[in-house]
């Protein structure tokens, strides 16, 4: 099984549960990405380093322009996948100032993953839009995690895979209709699973952890008449692709 994105330093020892998986840890500012780096040592981890968009609004610029240094370097590293978690915030952040410094150092993390050839992790509450317009500007693979636009979902999931984007499905598609549309219109070959733990816990707890994922493979398989098995290898195999390994 395959979580491409969690946050599993936010849980006491769930990086400890880890089995018989692979987990993508994700870093939202410059401490969590050096946490997610050192929860890389473990065998079957690895990690993207990245600036979470609500952190850019808090931010001084000194303290941004460190994060996206340290983001490059990080990028150095052979456990990490990519750029990420960026993108832009519209449900936290409505202030049209905050709303352009998002796009401002979002665009400036997309022309360091796009000169460095890394895959960048996409955040997009309420923003997938605008995320989209901007990102088709550069010439990137991107991970569109825990996709699932409020308005207009059909257009936004056609742009994103218009682009040749993926769109990272999570394991409470089991409790959200839309999703499980998102997931019927997603072309298995650009999917990949994901719990973003400890958040959207499909079992309702806001406790969830990366095994979880199962749900969201048992879901897709459902939804697309196929074994559980057949899920796990083309998400597996679409892994393999993002990080240019077949």
């Keep these: 099984m395959l979580d491409i994105h969690a946050h599993c330093f936010m849980v006491g020892k769930c990086i400890e549960e880890i089995r018989d998986m692979i987990v993508v840890e994700s870093g939202l500012n410059y401490e969590t990405n050096e946490i ?29 322009e460190k994060t996206i240094k340290q983001i490059k370097n990080l990028c150095e590293n052979s456990k990490c996948i990519g750029v990420g978690e960026i993108g832009l915030d519209y449900y936290w952040h409505k202030d049209k100032k905050e709303i352009d410094k998002q796009k401002h150092y979002f665009r400036k993390l997309l022309e360091l993953a796009e000169s460095i050839k890394k895959p960048v992790i996409i955040h997009s509450r309420d923003a997938e839009l605008d995320c989209l317009e901007i990102m088709e500007s550069y010439n990137i693979k991107a991970v569109m995690h825990s996709f699932m636009p409020k308005k207009d979902w059909k ?39 994901e719990t973003d733990s400890p958040f959207l816990d499909p079992e309702g707890n806001r406790n969830n952890r990366p095994y979880k994922v199962k749900y969201a493979i048992e ?7 196929l074994d ?8 597996d195999k679409n892994f393999n692709e993002l990080l240019n390994l077949n």
Excluded: C
């Design 219 to 225: 879901e897709i398989a459902k939804i697309k008449g």
């Design 36 to 64: 997610v780096l050192e929860e890389s040592k473990q065998e079957n981890v690895y990690f993207s380093a990245g600036l979470h968009p609500t952190e850019v609004v808090k931010l001084s610029e000194l303290e941004i």
């Design 155 to 193: 257009i936004a999931l056609n742009k994103a895979l218009d682009l040749g984007y993926y769109i990272s499905i999570p394991a409470i598609i089991v409790k959200n209709k839309r999703l499980k549309k998102i997931a019927r219109d997603t072309p298995l070959e650009k999917m990949f699973t």
């Design 228 to 235: 559980f098995e057949e899920v796990e290898s083309q998400i």
